[in-house]
Each structure stands twice: as structure tokens, then as C-alpha cells.
């Protein structure tokens, strides 16, 4: 199973908005709504932010959303912030004949 | 408060065994699959192995299968990874993660445990 391909990195300014791409196939970003982001500072353990494609946990700030065509999601961060400069991991399931879940590659945010 | 807690990393030769445990805390672990993520330093996040509540579904990455054995004491609250025939491309912080239900994804994660592969 291949990892899920997302950019190396993007950046923006505080107060504009940004979006990560995670391109998948039809094994499992394509297949399934169970994608789901994570964002990681230095040091720290990962978190989620969005889960089954759009939906944000409780306490994550509704500035994270998230969307879904075909074999792609992309993670929308609007509003940037300062503390949102971290990487951003995807990760989608990919069924249980195979390895059950995949992340992407990992994209740094730099807030500018 | 949901608490994982990462233990029994450490150096150790390739070729060599290494068994990690997570302790867990503050919610009901019979309940919940449980999973171990690893990252490489400063590479991205790999998913190594899950195992399901009662332990009646375990699947692993391609990267370890035959050489890792993911297991769980419902009685300890405790998730293992025991890591055989280890190579230098496992050196990485191992995280272990609930995977909830509600949500399908890794809801809380430890604070990983170090296990580097050096002679």
C-alpha cells in the first residue's frame, strides 16, 4: 500500500486561508469517507483535527474543514493563525484485506 | 482523562528483539482497537499494526509483517508490540493510538517511545 501524496509544503500569511491537497486511489481515499488529518508541532504527539472526511472533533476550531472528490481530500485552514504552523498528515482506510490504514507523506504548514 | 503511555523503547542491535507496551487510562480499553504508528526522524507517520477489542482481528503493515506481533491484556489495559528481526529502517518513535469507533480514525495517541537499530 502507498502512501498518500500530499505537498512537501505550503505557507500563508496570518489571516488567509490555505488548502492541502491528499491524493489517493480508489483503494482508499476513493472508496471510503474515512479520511481523516492529524496536525503534529515538533516534539509532540499527532492530533486529530478532522475525521470521516468533513467532520471536526470536539474543541477543534470550526477554521479547520475538510473535503473530499474522488481520490482526493484536502484539508482547508482559514483564518491562519500563528499556533497552526505545524505538518499536517492525512490518513484514509484502505480495507482489511490490506494494510488497514495509510497516511500521507506529511505537509509543513509555515505560517509566514 | 484518556492516558497512553509508550514504554520499552530503546538501541538495539539489527537482528535484535524489542518488546514495547502502551498503558492505558482513563476510558474502558476492552472496548476500543488499538494501533501502533511509528515515524521515522523527520519522516512522516507510518501505521504499523492494529488489533481489534478482543483481539479477534490483528493486521499489520507490509513493512513488519512476519517480523512484529501486535498483542493486548484487556485485565492490564495494555497494548504490546513485540518487534523481531529488527532492522535499521525500524528506527523510529513508535506512538501507540486508540482508533474510535465513532469517529474510524486515532482519536488519542501517547507520547511515543524511542526504538533505535544501530550497531
Known amino acids: 500500500q502507498s502512501a498518500l501524496t500530499q505537498p512537501a509544503s505550503v505557507s500563508g500569511s496570518p489571516g488567509q486561508s490555505i488548502t492541502i491537497s491528499c491524493t489517493g486511489t480508489?483503494?482508499?481515499?476513493?472508496?471510503?469517507?474515512?479520511v481523516s488529518w492529524y496536525q503534529q508541532h515538533p516534539g509532540k504527539a499527532p492530533k486529530l483535527m478532522i475525521y470521516?472526511?468533513?467532520k471536526r472533533p470536539s474543541g477543534v476550531s470550526n477554521r479547520f474543514s475538510g473535503s473530499k472528490s474522488g481520490n482526493t481530500a484536502s484539508l482547508t485552514i482559514s483564518g491562519l493563525q500563528a499556533e497552526d504552523e505545524a505538518d499536517y498528515y492525512c490518513?484514509?482506510?484502505?480495507?482489511?484485506?490490506?494494510?488497514?490504514?495509510?497516511f500521507g507523506g506529511g505537509t509543513k504548514l509555515t505560517v509566514l | 482523562e484518556v492516558q497512553l503511555v509508550e514504554s520499552g523503547g530503546g538501541l538495539v542491535k539489527p537482528g535484535g528483539s524489542l518488546r514495547l507496551s502502551c498503558a492505558a487510562s482513563?476510558?474502558?480499553?476492552?472496548?476500543?482497537?488499538m494501533n501502533w504508528v511509528r515515524q521515522a526522524p523527520g519522516k512522516g507517520l507510518e501505521w504499523v499494526s492494529s488489533?481489534?477489542?478482543?483481539?479477534?482481528?490483528?493486521y499489520y503493515a507490509d513493512s513488519v509483517k512476519g517480523r512484529f506481533t501486535i498483542s493486548r491484556d484487556n485485565a492490564k489495559n495494555s497494548l504490546y508490540l513485540q518487534m523481531n528481526s529488527l532492522r535499521a529502517e525500524d528506527t523510529a518513535v513508535y506512538y501507540c493510538?486508540?482508533?474510535?469507533?465513532?469517529?474510524?480514525?486515532?482519536?488519542?495517541w501517547g507520547q511515543g517511545t524511542l526504538v533505535t537499530v544501530s550497531s
Open positions: 493510538a486508540r482508533e474510535d469507533p465513532a469517529s474510524s480514525a486515532f482519536d488519542y
Open positions: 482513563g476510558f474502558t480499553f476492552s472496548s476500543y482497537s
Open positions: 488489533i481489534s477489542s478482543s483481539s479477534s482481528y490483528i
Open positions: 480508489s483503494s482508499d481515499v476513493g472508496s471510503y469517507n474515512l
Open positions: 470521516e472526511v468533513s
Open positions: 490518513c484514509s482506510y484502505a480495507g482489511s484485506s490490506t494494510s488497514n490504514w495509510v
